[in-house]
């Protein structure tokens, strides 16, 4: 797999990582752990080097599934990790203060059987912490040795730039994909201009655009996708649109929607680095087959004026969560 640069921090990774949170959290009940471990692996054997996790996936069960699996690889791959709630529970509320932002970060060492964390982010901006003070509390972090770069995930462009002026930030993590281009609007741009790397996380939509999912999916009841509007059934009915476009640009290209949906990624800035996710090895081997799809500028401009032509129905969080973005 080929390799990119997140920015100009001369931190290189896989072209596509690997979004580990799914097997564990979020989709519906967690994959046994020796399942989850062969998965992880496959993705190593295949070229991934760029994996991504976080103390609230569980909370604590996905770090240390990750921390153990890539244990054997640990040299060759680069780990992301994520704090910023209490006690590592979404739902406890915010905390980046200084010395909770230690106490997770020993922790998450722990559990992720290593010395040091590749790339830390803070899982979302806390308005009762001075970005500077987070800032500050992981440079201290990475002059130690424990911490190499830092990240920010889901935040607005002034709360970037106050960061990076304090501490170098090496990438924002936010949702973008063809049904989500916000970060187009401010962020992108904050970036490019900083040198920051970006990794989108649910690039295929939370699944909608690999075209297997319709009005009528059933989901886990302790699937998260039940409390996004985006998924209701009558906003998957609208949506299917985009699927459409999608398929057909497959077709032409001889690819998958997935492929598709990476590609056009990819083909965005050669700074963005997406992290699809997966619990199923075939699933794994498509979206990595995107970085071996080239989308010609004919492909770009026919997406673009589709594009204008779809309106995408329902909001990506539910009303509190939505709260915690772009701040």
């Not at 290189?12 to 519906?28: D, I, R, W």
């Not at 920051?196 to 996380?201: A, C, D, K, L, T």
């Not at 500028?297 to 973005?325: F, M």
Request: a neutral charge; aromatic letters at 8%; one cysteine or more.
């Amino acid at each position: 797999m080929r390799k990119r640069a997140l920015g100009r921090s001369g931190l290189e990774v896989s072209a596509l990582g690997l979004g580990c949170m799914g097997l564990s959290y979020g989709y519906g009940p967690a994959t046994d752990k020796q399942g989850g471990i062969r998965l992880i692996r496959a993705a190593v054997e295949r070229g991934v080097t760029f994996f991504d996790t976080a103390e609230a996936y569980g909370p604590f069960a996905n770090e240390e599934l990750v921390g153990e699996a890539l244990e054997p690889y640990r040299d060759r791959v680069v780990i992301a990790t994520k704090f910023g709630f209490r006690n590592g529970h979404v739902d406890a509320g915010l905390d980046s203060r200084p010395e909770h932002i230690r106490h997770v970060v020993a922790a998450s060492l722990r559990r992720l059987r290593t010395d040091h964390i590749d790339l830390l982010y803070q899982h979302r901006v806390d308005p009762s912490v001075p970005i500077e003070d987070v800032a500050g509390a992981v440079k201290e972090l990475i002059q130690e040795g424990k911490v190499r770069h830092f990240g920010l995930s889901e935040a607005g462009a002034d709360t970037i730039r106050r960061a990076h002026a304090l501490q170098p930030v090496t990438a924002v993590q936010s949702e973008y994909s063809l049904w989500w281009r916000e970060p187009e609007e401010r962020v992108l741009s904050v970036l490019e201009e900083l040198g920051i790397g970006f990794v989108p996380f649910s690039p295929l939509g939370k699944g909608f655009l690999t075209g297997t999912i319709d009005a009528n999916t059933k989901f886990d009841p302790t699937d998260f996708r039940n409390t996004v509007p985006r998924f209701s059934p009558e906003a998957r009915k609208a949506n299917e649109a985009l699927v459409e476009l999608i398929r057909a640009i497959a077709k032409r290209k001889a690819a998958t929607p997935a492929q598709i949906a990476l590609a056009w990624l990819l083909s965005r800035k050669p700074w963005i680095v997406p992290i699809p996710g997966t619990t199923k090895v075939a699933r794994l081997e498509e979206n990595l087959g995107a970085d071996g799809v080239e989308l010609d500028r004919d492909d770009l401009r026919g997406i673009e004026e589709a594009l204008v032509r779809i309106t995408i129905q329902g909001a990506r969080y539910s009303a509190d969560r939505q709260k915690l973005v772009g701040r």
